[in-house]
């Protein structure tokens, strides 16, 4: 059964931090490559990081030097490091595959003031 599982989201004050991980089972494999993106209310899904096949990672400008994206390949995981939170980060996290056919059910986030 294909699947991925996000946690590791909760409720967080302005300038904390958090950390999602994303579990993969089935014919996910992390080291294909994922994907986190966001959806804040009101608000069409964003691109939030991916990380490649090969390792390389990409970021929307509005987490460049926040956030972190890397993986476990031996426990099928995915990660994203949040640091410096913002209000505006605010949002339902969600991973994907490398080809963003499967995602998870999503996480919320909520950075308060």
């Known amino acids: 059964q294909v699947q991925l599982v996000e946690s590791g989201g909760g409720l967080v004050q302005d300038g904390g931090s958090l950390r999602l991980s994303c579990q993969a089972s089935g014919s996910i494999f992390v080291n294909n490559g994922m994907g986190w993106y966001r959806q804040a209310p009101g608000k069409q899904r964003e691109l939030v990081a991916r990380i490649l096949n090969t390792g390389s990672t990409i970021y929307a400008d509005f987490v460049k030097g926040r956030f972190a994206i890397s993986r476990n390949n031996a426990r099928n995981t995915v990660y994203l490091q949040m640091n410096s939170l913002k209000l505006e980060d605010t949002a339902v996290y969600y991973c994907?595959?490398?080809?963003?056919?499967?995602w998870g059910q999503g996480t919320q986030v909520t950075v308060s003031s």
């Open positions: 994907t595959d490398c080809t963003s056919t499967y």
